[in-house]
Nanobody, 122 residues
């Protein structure tokens, strides 16, 4: 079992930055690839970024490439999402999730946090 707790969301203006954190406890954190998902009202929960067990390979959706950076510190059992140049369309609830498989589909993420709200005003 892995427990995940996100933090760092908030209300910002377009162009601002935020850093989300996801603290993990339970089973060996470094055994899991981690993903950041987001869900706006009335939409699907979609993957934004993912990072492998070691923190080497990363993956981003096109809409956030060059603006968001995912990283992890296995010694602190924490994964981060640095979000720069935020846009109103980035507004959503952001979730971190853990999966034993790299580039897994959403259904293969076994553990989820409770989410943190990010709101970007224009």
């Amino acid at each position: 079992q892995v427990q995940l707790v996100e933090s760092g969301g908030g209300l910002v203006q377009a162009g601002d930055s935020l850093r989300l954190s996801c603290a993990a406890s339970g089973r060996i954190f470094s055994s899991y690839a981690m993903g950041w998902f987001r869900q706006a009202p009335g939409t699907e929960r979609d993957l934004v970024a993912a990072i492998s067990w070691s923190g080497g390979p990363t993956h981003y959706v096109d809409s956030v490439k060059g603006r968001f950076t995912v990283s992890r510190d296995n010694a602190k059992n924490t994964v981060y999402l640095q979000m720069n140049s935020l846009k109103p369309e980035d507004t959503a609830v952001y979730y971190c999730a853990a999966t034993p498989r790299w580039l897994a589909s959403r259904n293969e993420y076994h553990y989820w946090g409770q989410g943190t709200q990010v709101t970007v005003s224009s």
